[in-house]
């Protein structure tokens, strides 16, 4: 018996490469803006790094360059319901960093004054007023910068729910289809794709997106622009439910542990690295889990009778300067990609989405986005790629 | 060529299966370590209680008191030349090693990672669970529950209990109550009479054990103890405690008064420890469950690691012991070293046999195939995370799961402290309904380590803080 595989062929303005929030918010932004929109998605959208990451809805941190899309994206979650039909359990709850030692206020206090001009609300608190506001920490802590506005949500709810937006608003979603050879045409893009079921599909578009995520280096390389990237695996672990004991995302000055509590009393912590089953999956390693466990019980005495039910990991894009890689291609006209995160993309991911269709209809986009231009990867060393990603 | 295992040989699992794995290793010259979570040898049919009870084997064991007492035997024979490790849960395996914890109540302590180069797995299996109304009122017990508390403390789940479900272990347990001296409500089977009848003749292959299971029906109900068959739960009654089960059959609703319900629809294997090792799967239509792919010996996809009991696909006790001595047997002959292959051979054919049996058993206590699609809306399936049949559904219906790690991903199902090995069944049935189509279609959970709750212990540096 033979089987019959179907051929189905699509024409678009805009194929997008990658379901995730980047690539579901860059959908549902140009969707919006009236595009024809193709979405065109391996997996299911939302089920790798934007569905399984930490789900730190954090601007505190970030690098300068990264603020005014951070800063955009901000508002953007603000309106997270009206946008995307869910509240995607986001909660403001404040990003509290803490300095264990005087050395790392000292940072804290500077990076504070380096961006202050970007309106992120910091607050530096120490010595006795932190203890009376943090009794649960007072002891582990000097002091902390809080970003009251920062705060956290539920990946696996909120990336999804970009891509169903989408779908929604008229874009042709296609989960289960891989992208696997893409060409430019006379005016534009062919794109071939094969569903899980085997059928083939033929996508045609005047402008194509790369949203692939950690697998956007062989798309980008297909077109003559090769990139630094590599893949790692922040690793993650989560309790039983719990008594509230924090209502805040920690994080540490330095790296290491972080920690939130979600409204059902798990407590969610990352640090440390997985490691690679194949190209597209992940798992974390015994020496990162019970690291984080030992260095989690330090920070969150709390949890020292608990249990982890479940640990994870998920695959990211890192690179060298661990600035994501946001614009046009500087080889192909009509091509534009965004990936690269570094740790970093589920809070940044919406505005990515929403400059990337900026991009799209204007040419430009209100963001500055020069940074994170392709080309300055284009005479770097190539020994940067094989570096091993630092802290998250 | 003779190899000598730069590891000693890890046999996860001292039930049936991995203490004749450890006794045919010893006899050929190895010393294998022996990793249980239990307290004590036995597993789960053969389980002992806590030690300082004292209980006769015939009380405890019944009409399997011979065998229990020659598998106790067995491992207490062959303690000097094993490393037994009681308490201990394995809860990874990475990279050609083991993670051990100390599985000591609350008390826990320090993960320790033991590489292998052999690694026999017999893990046994669970209850498997389908929810029904008020199943998660307190009084409602899992048919293995209630044996365990009655093997291992000695003390019944009620003083009125109700069995209800299928498979032989629901008249064995009722028995196994009725003649510990609780009272037994009712056996009530979710088979019906012609699923018996169509399969006396294939059960007829172990006339043993099918005597055994004629013998327990007949003994209930002389001694007054209702049985129907052809039943279905309707709901649990009782506020914080249960007062009794509404039930039907033909049409009619009954009621029965009880203060304890146990109920088991069959048993699934635990198979995460395979899929951590990194084994391939395969769909198992008699199970409804993915098991690691194994030959006939136990061999499984990954190089030295081997399969052996209900943790490789449900087989019941006495095939766990075969396929136990086979899997060591496979063992050996991978190191090179002599076996006695007409040994092996005659194991593989009684294991061939036995799968025939199981076979007639399937057809004699079938799968409530309406179940999933009778269940209420608002019955609980994952009661860590309080996802109602209505939400997988819902889920399944809109388009957004087609798949069982996905629906996971957007309800929560099976992210719990049982990470979906009490509810996983449930919702893959659940699933499959909704999409019109079967359990094998819908995917497989993927395994995580841990694979049970893992104590914050496990990973503290300071000897001190941990304890
Ligand atoms: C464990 C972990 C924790 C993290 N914690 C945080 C955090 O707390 N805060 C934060 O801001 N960020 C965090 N991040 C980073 C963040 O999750 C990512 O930066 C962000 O999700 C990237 O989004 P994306 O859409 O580019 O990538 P992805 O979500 O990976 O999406 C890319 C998609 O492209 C698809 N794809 C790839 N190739 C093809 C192809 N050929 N055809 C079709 N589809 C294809 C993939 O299947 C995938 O779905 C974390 C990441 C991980 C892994
Ligand atoms: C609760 C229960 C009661 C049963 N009662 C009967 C009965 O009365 N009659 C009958 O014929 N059959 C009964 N069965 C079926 C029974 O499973 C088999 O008949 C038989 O016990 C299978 O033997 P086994 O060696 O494969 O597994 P088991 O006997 O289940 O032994 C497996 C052992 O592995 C250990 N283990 C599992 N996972 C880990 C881990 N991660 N780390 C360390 N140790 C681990 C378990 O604690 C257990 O001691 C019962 C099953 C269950 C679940």
Not at chain 1, 375 to 381: M, Y
Not at chain 2, 151 to 162: D, E, T, Y
Request: charged fraction near 20%.
């Amino acid at each position: 018996m033979t089987a019959r595989f179907e051929m189905e062929r699509l024409e678009a303005d805009v194929a997008i490469v990658g379901g995730g929030i980047v690539g579901g918010s860059a959908a549902l932004f140009l969707t919006r803006m009236g595009f024809k929109v193709a979405l065109l998605e391996r997996d299911w959208c939302g089920a790798k790094a934007s569905g399984v990451n930490y789900g730190g809805v954090r601007r505190q941190g970030r690098p300068p360059e990264q603020l005014p899309l951070s800063q955009r994206s901000h508002a953007i979650w603000g309106r997270l319901p009206e946008l995307v039909g869910i509240d995607g359990e986001y909660v403001r709850s404040g990003h509290l960093k803490l300095a264990r030692n005087e050395a790392d206020l000292a940072s804290l206090v500077a990076y504070n004054k380096k961006v202050e001009t970007f309106g992120l609300g910091l607050e530096i608190i120490a010595g006795e007023a932190f203890r009376a506001r943090y009794p649960a920490l007072g002891d582990r802590a000097v002091g902390g910068s809080l970003c009251p506005e920062d705060g956290h949500a539920n990946p696996r709810l909120v990336s999804p729910a970009f891509a169903r937006a989408a779908a929604k608003a008229g874009a042709v979603v296609r989960e289960q289809t891989a992208v696997d050879h893409v060409e430019r045409t006379g005016n534009g893009f062919l794109l071939r794709c094969t569903s899980v079921g085997g059928d083939a599909l033929e996508v045609r578009s005047r402008i194509l997106l790369n949203c692939s995520g950690a697998w956007s280096g062989r798309l980008a390389e297909s077109f003559g622009e090769p990139v630094p990237l590599s893949s790692a695996h922040p690793c993650m672990a989560v309790t039983e439910p719990l008594p509230r004991f924090l209502d805040v995302n920690i994080g540490v000055e330095g790296g290491g542990v972080y920690g939130r509590q979600v409204e059902r009393g798990n407590v969610v912590v990352g640090g440390g690295r997985g490691f690679a089953l194949d190209a597209d999956r992940a798992r974390p390693a015994r020496n990162a889990v019970l690291t984080l466990m030992g260095e989690a019980v330090d920070l969150f005495p709390q949890l020292r009778h608990a249990h982890v039910i479940r640990t994870w990991t998920g695959v990211e894009g890192y690179t060298p300067d661990r600035n994501p890689i946001i614009g046009p291609s500087a080889t192909t006209p009509g091509l534009f990609h965004a990936f690269g995160f570094s740790g970093a993309g589920f809070q940044i991911g919406p505005a990515v989405g929403e400059a990337l269709a900026e991009l799209v209809r204007d040419g430009h986009s209100s963001a500055p986005l020069d940074t994170f231009s392709i080309t300055r990867f284009a005479k770097a060393d190539p020994a940067l790629s094989v570096a091993a990603p630092a802290g998250h | 060529m003779t190899d000598t295992p730069v590891h000693p040989p890890i046999i996860v699992g001292a039930g049936p299966a991995g203490v004749r794995t450890a006794e045919t290793l010893v006899a050929a010259g190895l010393r294998p370590l022996v990793i249980d979570e239990a307290a004590r040898w036995g597993g789960q049919i053969y389980r002992q209680p806590p030690e300082g009870f004292h209980r006769p084997k015939r009380a405890l064991y019944g009409f399997e008191a011979g065998k229990a007492d020659a598998l106790h035997r067995a491992m207490a024979g062959i303690l000097p030349a094993v490393d037994y490790r009681p308490r201990s849960l394995v809860w990874n395996i990475e990279s050609g090693a083991l993670d051990v914890t100390p599985n000591d109540g609350l008390k826990g302590g320090r993960s320790e990672t033991v590489p292998f180069s052999h690694l026999i797995l017999a893990p046994g299996a669970t209850d498997r669970v389908l929810p029904f109304p008020g199943w998660t009122t307190p009084g409602v017990f899992t048919l293995g529950g209630s044996q365990v508390a009655l093997k291992f403390q000695g003390c019944a789940v009620g003083s009125r209990v109700l069995f209800l479900g299928t498979g032989p272990l629901l008249y064995l347990v009722a028995y196994q109550y009725a003649k510990a001296g609780a009272t037994v409500a009712g056996v009530l089977d979710t088979s019906g009479f012609a699923d018996h009848a169509r399969a006396v003749p294939g059960m007829l292959r172990d006339p043993g054990t099918f005597a055994k299971g004629v013998y327990y029906v007949g003994w209930l109900r002389a001694h007054g103890v209702p049985v129907h068959s052809g039943v279905r739960p309707v709901r649990v009654e009782g506020d914080g405690r249960v007062e009794a089960l509404v039930w039907r059959r033909n049409g009619a609703e009954q009621r029965t008064v009880c203060d304890a319900v146990a109920f088991g629809l069959g048993l699934r294997p635990e198979t995460q420890l395979a899929d951590l090792a990194g084994c391939r799967f395969r769909f198992d239509a008699m199970d409804r469950a993915w098991v690691p792919e194994r030959s006939a010996a136990g061999r499984t996809s990954v190089a030295g690691v081997y399969v052996a009991g209900d943790g490789a696909g449900i087989a019941g006790a006495d095939a766990a012991e075969m396929a136990g001595e086979r899997a060591a047997l496979a063992l050996l002959e991978d190191l090179g070293r002599p076996v006695d292959s007409a040994r092996a051979t005659l194991l593989e054919q009684k294991l061939a046999a036995s799968a025939r049996f199981r076979r007639a058993l399937t057809d004699a206590f079938p799968f409530p195939a309406d179940w999933a699609a009778s269940v209420p809306d608002d019955t609980p399936v994952c009661r860590c995370e309080e996802v109602s049949a209505g939400t997988l559904r819902k889920a399944a219906r809109d388009g957004e799961a087609a798949e069982i790690n996905r629906l996971k991903a957007l309800t929560r199902v099976g992210m719990g402290r049982c990470q979906g090995r009490m509810c996983g069944a449930a919702s893959a049935e659940l699933l499959a309904q909704a999409l019109g189509t079967g359990p094998d279609a819908v995917g497989r959970l993927r395994s995580q380590p841990p694979v049970k709750p893992l104590p914050f212990s496990a990973g503290i540096l300071d000897e001190e803080k941990a304890s």
